[in-house]
């Protein structure tokens, strides 16, 4: 590792999360096998890199993650990581259950199926189990898992209500009895999260995709509120599913919010790789280096399904980027210009 990762405090709790921290879906098969070896190998070289938040879900793998993550942990000095997972499904036995084939987009031999609950009773079922799962004694932050239109639709009202009048209750009853430490959200859209503020208190909201070298509509209105809020956001999906690490110009058939990206994202993706090339950029560094500059994010958790994948995510993440490039980026309209960037951040700093 080339410099020290530094840690943040999470909302206004007491943990303090690596900015660049492990999103651990791909652990859980997601969309092809991933050996016991090569998991193990994967987590070890995130542990190594220094690294500690560690983010899992019962929904990746079918506790497939869970299972891996808490093995990769259980070991270590507990003060050492910090370990997310996230509530809202619960997991029952399916006897039936084709573990041949893709299920909810993971290539799993877990024999379960996930069923939606936000209720009081949900929520504590989904923790205990998920006690049980990692083989932990504890969860440092329990977030409650794609809540809101994006995921629910039409039924967005009833399990939203469920989380309101019922589901709330148990998360600050496990964090007000130091079960757990900190409380949040897990999903793809701003908009749930502004709602649940109303709800009670939330100490951060992890975020797929929503503020990044593409998007910068959360910057007026939400992490705003965050930040008033008393919540930090632990942002996933920097690439924005993948464009924003590959690029455009020897790619095709790049991906953007997974499906294939329009032409108007192609053509801002390539005026960004432009100037990182007359910069001597990679578009990848700069696209996990951005976010993190803003004060309501604290760390940003980009998918590492290998080994190598760290150790490249790694360098990506210390790679030294001038403030020249951020400015032109502004100058060309690509990012916001109120948008923070590492090299003004560090300039503040001085």
């Keep these: 590792m080339d410099k020290h990762i530094q840690r943040q405090t999470l909302g206004n709790t007491d943990i303090k999360v690596s900015q660049l921290g492990f999103g651990a879906a791909s652990l859980g098969n997601l969309y092809h096998k991933v050996s016991e070896l090569d ?19 019962p929904r990746y793998g079918l506790g497939l993650s869970e299972r891996r993550v808490g093995n990769a942990l259980r070991e270590l000095a507990r003060d050492s990581y910090v370990v997310s997972t996230k509530v809202g499904r619960i997991l029952t036995p399916d006897r039936h259950a084709n573990t041949s084939e893709l299920r909810y987009g993971f290539d799993t031999p877990m024999p379960f199926d996930a069923h939606y609950d936000y209720s009081y009773d949900g929520i504590m079922r989904s923790y ?57 959200l897990g999903v793809n859209e701003t908009q749930v999260c502004e709602r649940a503020m109303h709800i009670g208190q939330f100490d951060c909201f992890l975020l797929a995709g929503r503020y990044s070298l593409l998007e910068q509509g959360a910057i007026d209105s939400f992490l705003p509120k965050c930040m008033e809020h008393g919540a930090s956001v632990i942002l996933g999906g920097p690439y924005n599913s993948g464009i924003l690490a590959t690029g455009v110009s020897n790619n095709p058939n790049a991906t953007y919010d997974y499906e294939p990206a329009p032409k108007h994202i192609i053509e801002r993706v390539a005026k960004i790789e432009n100037i990182c090339q007359d910069h001597k950029v990679s578009l990848a560094a700069a696209a996990l280096q951005f976010p993190i500059a803003h004060p309501a994010v604290a760390t940003v958790i980009p998918g590492m399904g290998t080994g190598a994948r760290v150790e490249k995510t790694v360098q990506l993440f210390n790679q030294v ?28 700093a001085r």
């Design 321 to 348: 980027i001038s403030d020249d490039f951020w400015q032109e980026l502004k100058a060309e309209g690509l990012i916001q210009a109120n948008a923070p960037v590492p090299g003004e951040v560090e300039a503040d």
């Design 128 to 184: 205990e189990d998920s006690l049980q799962r990692l083989g932990l004694a504890s969860i440092d932050v329990l977030l409650v898992h794609d809540i809101g239109k994006l995921t629910h639709g039409e039924q967005d009202s009833h399990y939203f209500k469920q989380l309101e009048t019922s589901g709330y209750k148990a998360l600050e009853e496990l964090r007000s009895s130091k079960q757990i430490r900190a409380v949040g």
């Design 39 to 57: 998991s193990s190998a994967t987590l070890t070289a995130a542990i190594s890199a220094g690294l500690n938040l560690y983010d899992t879900a």
